[in-house]
């Protein structure tokens, strides 16, 4: 790696590396280049300026959790992030990228008690204070690997302002907000249902949960009427039938509801049936939650275990008894039969069917697919149950949200996500905000002996309510529980910066945020309880974009878990591929925010792009360094700055005459430009300002793919070849050309691929670091039509005369005469040289005999078929070429008519088969019309 200085360091180093190929090694290696500028973007990090007069941009990372490692998601969520940052940054914004973790209750507190257990040790043996000193002591020891790993993608983050969720400051911010909330009559306590992991011992938020369809069982139970001569249509006299997933659960049933328009039922609305197994009557109730067409129509209501029955309970003022505890048991009271109580409660459900079975009332028993959740980290299946908690009323913020997405304060990209984002704000329910677990922001509310409820002051929000003088004479109890790791992340834009303390220079410069970065699947849990939080408590929307991104899924389309193993290691993927192959992968995968399945020939991609990157740079480093002995001062003040140029780095920091922009500017002025640097400097200009744009409407998928055809394609292949000649002879205007234009492809790849790119701009002579330098802006000095369309009429040339070589038999190294007919031959004859290098051809005036043509747009290529080829011999093996054509076609047209493969077979399939008849009918046209001559 080279060394240039950090940021603020300008001074020359001892020695600047000569301009020759010889400062980089013969192939490119992520291994020998990456680490040592990753190291450097973590011990010198990119620190943002706060008192700086720049418009600030800030993104502030998605925290990762403190217990993580580094998966895909993370590795492309990041890689969009540092993108836009080192754009950003380029560009001349006071760019801040913040980085930090969040405390993750659940899966530090489960990775923590399983090391304790594992030393026969667990939490309540420790006590509530020594077991959060074995949390901070497992942090500082293991926690935050990530963020080293994440590092070695490149990120260029002010790791000076990383930040925790449980730091002082934001531990901080949390309490205030809850202070805040509860004094306006937005927090309170209340009974809900609420998701219930029995392992952990503590409510999950539905982020919590996984979600896995299993096989499972729909059983259809008879409940008796207390009517015997009444009847329901869906079953027989004097019974109404009940379909459950859950017969355990039926003795905590206190009701019956059927639709209130259902036919079937409104003579039995006001009627009570029995529950089996035991000797109570529940009413049978209207309600319009029932949908009809399901299942038998009738639903038994269970208040305290189910979310729907719940709310039909509230509505009817229903009691909300429970009959499974907090550890996933039958409980022992009044309403369990005996023979239940304590009973696991999957072991219950069995034994409560194969009761209804003896009793008679299992009616039926089929096989049903069930959705359940498990706890993400314990992976147990949750448990529904009913239990007080901490609430905070959504609603009145979420219509604060409303109003800011319709005055258009903040934008969702892809945009067909502001729709998701009004809909589940519009039916916003109360958040459950408290957690029965150690390991996190405690509750700041007390309790005294009486059971009556204290909150600090909202005058001194960070006063313990058990040190409030004028509670001296209680005796207080501060509420176990902490808070849901949400209630800290929401507030991790400005949190992050410094509230409650909005005064702090960080706060007022980077507050808000411009972009946030994420995926999709967050967008409820996470994206709108920032957006609610920002307008709640500091009046402002928190970002003003909302970038998101799709899922990254294995080759199959499936998401990638341990227990499929189907899981990739992104650190794999940078020892085999490098770190820069895989963000251009990341990048060049990211569109619209789709799903993104793995393709390894993507990473393939990127790593032959950097070698080739790599390769012109050498290519171009050599050509400047043999020029250079033999580059005179012309006594032209514009020449003899342009040979200053070719000759040395010449960075604006410490006052050299010309920069690489410059540069440009300056050679464009020559008359002695060839056709090939006037249209690479034309077609620089087009795609600097295609990508900036790309790049400003948050497209990072289409901004790389633009950049690497142009790079690869159009640098690469066509100008360096075009340029040759002239290199060889130390033209300067083209020498020039070469440097400025590498220098500023460079440039516009840096944010994609920043170290294949530092390092080759260090090597060119650069003594600041690329990712301080300034990002190209377009020229229109620069746009060049006719060099475009003359340039197009050479390639044409080129490529016509090769694919004519192809069809003679001949191999690309052989030379062959052609003749260029059209309005562009002239063009295309002035500029012989370039053709005949690249082609390997020689342009001839007039060809005599029988000819083969090809046009390629507008320009006629013609050669000698008498002399080249014997012409029997390949008229032959044309015609079988053409037999060929057809038996292909006819095989994939015979696929597509028959209905069963087009039924069975994959769309990416049949696709290929409509391109083979479209491809092959091309070939076969072109060579009818070349035999034609021959008849």
């Known amino acids: 790696m080279t060394d240039p200085h950090t940021p603020d360091q300008t001074s020359t180093p001892d020695q600047t590396p000569e301009n020759d190929a010889s400062v980089l090694a013969k192939q ?13 973007w973590r011990n010198e990090p990119f620190r943002a300026d706060a008192t ?3 418009e600030p941009f800030t993104i502030v990372i998605p925290p990762p959790n403190v217990t993580g490692n580094l998966h895909l998601g993370h590795a492309l969520d990041n890689t969009l992030i540092d993108t836009l940052i080192r754009y950003k940054r380029m560009a001349g914004f006071e760019a801040l990228y913040l980085p930090g973790m969040d405390h993750a209750g659940i899966s530090t507190q489960v990775v923590v008690e399983r090391q304790l257990r594992e030393q026969g040790v667990s939490r309540h043996d420790l006590g509530r204070e020594k077991f959060l000193d074995q949390v901070w002591e497992w942090k500082a020891e293991s926690g935050g690997m990530i963020l080293e ?4 993608l490149g990120v260029s983050a002010d790791w000076t302002r990383e930040r925790f969720t449980m730091d002082e400051g934001l531990s901080r911010a949390v309490r205030h907000q809850f202070v805040k909330l509860y004094h306006e009559g937005f927090a309170y306590r209340g009974e809900r249902i609420v998701n219930w992991d029995p392992a952990s011992q503590t409510t999950l938020s539905e982020l919590e949960i996984d979600r896995e369809v299993r096989k499972g069982k729909m059983y259809t139970l008879s409940y008796r009427l207390r009517d015997p001569q009444a009847a329901a249509s869906n079953g027989e006299a004097g019974e109404i039938r009940i379909a459950t997933v859950r017969p355990e659960t039926i003795f905590a049933d206190q009701a019956i509801a059927v639709h209130p328009q259902d036919p079937r039922f409104a003579h039995l609305v006001g009627q009570e049936a029995r529950i089996p197994l035991t000797d109570r009557y529940v009413p049978i109730i209207a309600d319009e939650a029932v949908e009809m067409e399901f299942g038998v129509g009738a639903l038994k209501i269970t208040p305290a275990h189910d979310p729907t029955d719940f709310e039909v309970g509230e509505r009817h003022g229903l009691a909300r008894p429970s009959v499974i505890d907090l550890h996933g048991n039958l409980t022992r009271d009044e309403l369990v039969p005996a023979e239940f109580q304590g009973l696991e409660r999957f072991a219950a459900r069995k034994a409560v069917v194969k009761a209804l079975t003896e009793g008679g009332d299992l009616l039926e028993e089929k096989d049903h697919d069930t959705a359940i959740g498990l706890s993400e980290r314990t992976k147990v299946p949750v448990e529904p149950i009913i239990s007080e908690q901490w609430y905070v009323k959504m609603k009145p913020f979420a219509e604060q949200v409303l109003a800011g997405l319709e005055r258009g304060e903040m934008q969702l990209v892809p945009e067909r996500y502001a729709k998701v984002n009004r809909d589940w704000l519009e039916n916003i329910r109360d958040w459950n905000i408290s957690r029965q677990l150690w390991w996190g922001h405690q509750i700041p509310a007390w309790y005294d002996e009486q059971g009556n409820l204290y909150v600090p002051d909202p005058e001194q929000p960070d006063l313990d309510c058990d040190q409030d003088p004028r509670y001296a004479h209680l005796t207080l109890r501060r509420d176990p529980d902490v808070f849901d790791t949400w209630f800290s992340s929401n507030l991790w834009p400005f949190s992050t910066l410094g509230w409650p303390d909005t005064d702090s220079e960080d706060f007022r410069k980077f507050y808000p945020t411009q972009v946030l970065v994420t995926g999709y699947d967050i967008l409820f849990f996470w994206v709108a309880r920032m957006q609610m939080a920002g307008y709640g408590l500091t009046g402002q929307a928190p970002f003003s974009t909302v970038m998101l991104h799709g899922l990254y899924l294995d080759a199959k389309g499936q998401k990638m878990s341990k227990s499929k193993g189907n899981g990739i290691d992104p650190l794999e993927l940078f020892d085999q591929y490098g ?4 963000r251009f992968a990341f990048s060049f995968l990211s569109t619209g925010g789709q799903d993104i399945k793995h393709d390894p020939r993507r990473f393939e991609q990127g790593r032959n792009f950097a070698n080739k990157l790599w390769n012109a740079a050498r290519f171009a480093m050599l050509r400047l360094g043999e020029a250079l002995p ?10 003899e700055a342009l040979i200053q140029y070719v000759q040395g780095a010449l960075d604006d920091s410490v006052g050299e005459t010309l920069r690489s922009r410059d540069a440009l500017s300056a050679v464009r002025a020559r008359a002695d430009l060839s056709l090939a640097d006037r249209w690479i400097l034309s077609r620089l200009n087009a795609v600097t300002a295609e990508a900036t744009a790309q790049l400003d409407a948050f497209d990072i998928g289409a901004a790389i793919r633009t950049l690497y055809t142009f790079t690869w394609d159009e640098f690469c292949d066509w100008y360096i070849e075009a340029a040759k000649p002239a290199l060889s002879e130390g033209k300067l205007s083209t020498l020039v050309t070469l440097k400025a234009t590498l220098e500023h492809i ?3 790849l840096h944010p994609f691929m920043p170290f294949v790119t530092s390092e080759l701009y260090g090597a060119l002579g650069h003594r600041r670091q690329l990712a301080v330098h300034s990002w190209p802006q377009p020229d229109e000095a620069l746009h060049d039509a006719d060099a475009t369309r003359a340039f197009d009429a050479l390639r044409a040339a080129v490529a016509a005369a090769r694919s004519l070589k192809s069809e003679l038999g001949l191999s690309p190294q052989d030379r ?10 002239a063009t295309v004859h002035e500029n012989a040289r370039v053709v005949e290098s690249i082609a390997r051809v020689n342009l001839s005036g007039d060809l005599e005999g029988r000819t083969l043509s090809l046009v390629e747009q507008g320009v006629t290529v013609r050669a000698p078929l008498e002399g080249t080829v014997d012409l029997n011999d390949w008229i032959g093996k044309q015609k079988k070429r053409l037999a060929e054509f057809d038996k292909q076609i006819k095989q994939a047209q015979g696929k597509l008519s028959n209905e069963g493969f087009v039924a069975r077979a994959p769309a990416e399939v049949i696709e290929e088969e409509k391109r083979r008849v479209a491809d092959f009918g091309t070939q076969r046209e072109r060579l009818t019309q070349v035999l034609a001559q021959f008849e």
């Open 149 to 152: 790993q994440l590092s070695r």
């Open 579 to 582: 770190v820069d192959a895989s």
């Open 746 to 748: 460079l440039k516009l």
């Open 28 to 40: 490119f290696d992520p291994k020998a280049v990456e680490p040592g500028w990753a190291a450097k």
């Open 52 to 54: 700086s007069g720049k």
């Open 630 to 639: 033999n580059l005179q001062t012309s006594g032209h003040e514009a020449d």
């Open 816 to 825: 062959l005469s052609v003749a260029v007919e059209g309005d562009l031959a």
